[in-house]
């Protein structure tokens, strides 16, 4: 079964605009890594966040974590064309090697 | 560096036919070994993961099985293909360890006819 769901399931907008994305999951974690899938590629990592981390940064990635709510954010700043698509948060159940993903968001971005 | 190599990358066969899926990972020793299943425009589902060789450990039950006959090998195969077996099937890897960040394949699309 999937750990994490994706909201929302797609998301258009202009270039120059930022993209939020959110995740929420089930069980406790260890971190929590979001992905990005360009469309018949495999997947590339983009970031990976601690439980005991809050927010994080890279480039115009940041990502924020609350574990109190089990949720995450992926926001992309000043968003380009090549920024389009399908972004995945991923979670670590607790005593397994396992990482389960989420349900993912299909971003587009227009030039 | 790590390199991972996944094949082939489309495939058809027909319904009740064998498969198998080959993914080998350069550069590492003793990865975390990953296969994932993904529905047209939906999310990956984990099919098998390895941490050792001989070691599988399954997550879903169906006509598909998985083998690390060496270190840097994983096999996804099936005796007998189904239509649902369609898909695209993904590799990955990563370092020993819980919650590491996994490296994939290119993916292998599978259409069963």
């Known amino acids: 079964s999937q750990q994490g769901e994706e909201d929302p399931q797609a998301l258009s907008i202009q270039e120059g605009e930022n993209a939020t994305m959110n995740c929420s999951y089930k069980?406790?974690?260890?971190?929590l890594q979001w992905y990005r899938q360009n469309s018949g590629r495999g997947l590339v990592h983009l970031i990976l966040i601690r439980s005991n981390e809050r927010e994080k940064h890279s480039g115009r990635l940041r990502v924020t974590l609350d574990t109190s709510k089990k949720s995450s954010s992926l926001l992309i700043t000043a968003s380009r064309a090549a920024d389009t698509a399908s972004y995945f948060c991923?979670?670590?159940?607790?005593?397994?090697?396992?990482?389960?993903f989420g349900t993912g968001t299909r971003l587009q971005v227009f030039p | 560096s790590q390199t991972i190599h996944q094949w082939p990358a489309t495939l058809v066969q027909p319904v009740g036919s064998p498969l198998s899926l080959e993914c080998t990972v350069e550069g590492t020793s003793n990865p975390n070994l990953y296969w994932y299943r993904q529905a047209a425009g939906r999310g990956l589902q984990l099919l098998f993961y390895s941490v050792g060789i001989g070691q599988i450990s399954s997550e879903v039950p169906q006509n598909l099985s998985a083998s690390r006959p060496q270190d840097r090998q994983f096999i996804l195969s099936s005796k007998k293909l189904l239509l649902s077996d369609s898909g695209f099937y993904l590799c990955?890897?990563?370092?020993?360890?819980?919650?590491?960040?996994?490296?994939f394949g290119s993916g292998t699309q599978l259409s069963v006819l």
């Open positions: 990955a890897w990563s370092v020993t360890g819980s919650g590491e960040k996994l490296f």
């Open positions: 991923a979670t670590d159940p607790p005593s397994t090697d396992k990482l389960i």
């Open positions: 069980t406790s974690i260890n971190n």
